[in-house]
């Protein structure tokens, strides 16, 4: 079956504006959760979605928001973007009741 | 809060060779751990997690709630072993266990 799908894979932006993520999880999937992956950092909860309600939530500022819709697809959206939003964006879903995620291939953002 | 501790940026070992990549974490609780690995232009993708018990392609990590600890191990390393070997915790938090937290990783290279 398909993997999760994350697009776009690339994106460069300008300090300031906003941008907006997608992912579309393993179908029966319900859960997504959202990591940034930074090399000083490494790889950072964000948030997480089931059944369209966030469940969890990462020490990001309110700049990081997201969103699940019905049939399960997610989005982030980063707005008035700043330098150091420069990451890998990874998705990851899963089947809602445990612990094991699968993840996409990301969307690198580059925040000139 | 919990934190996951991999102390080796950086493993090398010659093929038959054993490997054992540590793991430390942090929590009060009782969490589950897990083992990722991301191949060479390839997805992170679950490795084993402690709860199953099985072994994956060689790789076995016992949970040493003594020490704190979660060493993956195997006794004879092959090439394709190469990778970047991430721990990772998740605990239930607002009904979901997947908020994972990883450490910074490891990356191994098997020398022919």
């Known amino acids: 079956k398909a993997g999760v799908t994350q697009t776009p894979r690339y994106l460069i932006k300008t300090r300031g504006q906003q941008v907006t993520l997608s992912c579309s999880p393993i179908?029966?999937?319900?859960?997504v959760s959202w990591y940034q992956q930074t090399p000083g950092q490494g790889l950072q909860f964000l948030f997480e979605?089931?059944?369209?309600?966030?469940?969890n939530k990462g020490n990001f500022p309110g700049r990081f928001s997201g969103r699940q819709f019905s049939n399960s697809r997610s989005e982030m959206n980063v707005s008035t973007l700043e330098l150091g939003d420069s990451a890998l964006y990874l998705c990851?879903?899963?089947?809602?009741?445990?612990?094991?995620?699968?993840f996409g291939q990301g969307t690198r953002l580059t925040v000139v | 809060a919990q934190r996951v501790t991999q102390p080796e940026k950086l493993l090398s070992v010659f093929k038959g060779a054993p490997v054992e990549l540590k793991c430390n974490y942090s929590?009060?609780?009782?969490?589950?751990l897990f083992w990722y690995v991301q191949y060479s232009r390839q997805r992170l993708q679950l490795l084993l997690r402690?709860?199953s018990r099985e072994s994956i392609k060689g790789f076995t990590a016992d949970l040493n709630k003594g020490e704190t600890s979660f060493h993956l191990k195997k006794p004879f390393a092959q090439e394709e072993d190469s990778a970047m070997y991430y721990c990772?915790?998740?605990?239930?938090?607002?009904?979901?266990?997947?908020?994972?937290?990883f450490g910074k990783g490891t990356l191994l290279t098997v020398n022919p």
């Open positions: 990772a915790l998740s605990v239930n938090s607002g009904g979901s266990n997947y908020k994972l937290t």
């Open positions: 402690h709860i």
């Open positions: 979605y089931f059944s369209e309600t966030q469940r």
């Open positions: 990851a879903s899963g089947r809602g009741d445990v612990g094991e995620a699968f």
């Open positions: 929590y009060s609780g009782s969490p589950e």
């Open positions: 179908s029966g999937h319900r859960s």
